[in-house]
């Protein structure tokens, strides 16, 4: 499976950006898929996820509420709509998927997600 994140750029704070993550080569019917993110000199976190069978969902506690990740079938992609960005928002944001995934409740953690998109950059200016 092949990852494609697209969607990032440069706003100010509190503006909105829409992410996308394309599958290829595979589909994402039976597994999770995430996002993380890493910002300079930190650790890559997670971000969002959601269980593409279920639709269970689960978010870091920074996002809650200004982030919401969403799935469509028909296109094979997965969004995560960002409002009300901060500047310690400000990461590359990445696209991760486990294809194989059957759990309603989704990880957390990075060590689950064998497949991962190249990133894209976003920038909250203050």
């Known amino acids: 499976v092949q990852l494609q994140a697209s969607g990032g750029g440069l706003v100010q704070a509190g503006d909105s950006l829409r992410l996308s993550c394309a599958a290829s080569?595979?589909?994402?019917?039976?597994?999770?898929l995430g996002w993380f993110r890493q910002a300079p000199g930190k650790e890559r976190e997670f971000v969002a996820a959601?269980?593409?069978?279920?639709?269970?969902?689960a978010y870091t506690n920074s996002v809650m509420g200004r982030f919401t990740i969403s799935r469509d079938n028909a296109k094979n992609t997965v969004d995560l709509q960002m409002n009300s960005l901060k500047p310690e928002d400000t990461a590359v944001y990445y696209c991760?998927?486990?294809?194989?995934?059957?759990?309603?409740?989704?990880?957390?953690?990075?060590?689950?997600?064998?497949?991962w998109g190249q990133g894209t950059q976003v920038t909250v200016s203050s």
């Open positions: 991760a998927a486990n294809v194989r995934a059957y759990s309603a409740i989704v990880s957390k953690n990075d060590y689950n997600y064998p497949y």
């Open positions: 080569g595979g589909t994402l019917s039976n597994g999770h």
């Open positions: 959601i269980s593409w069978i279920y639709g269970t969902t």
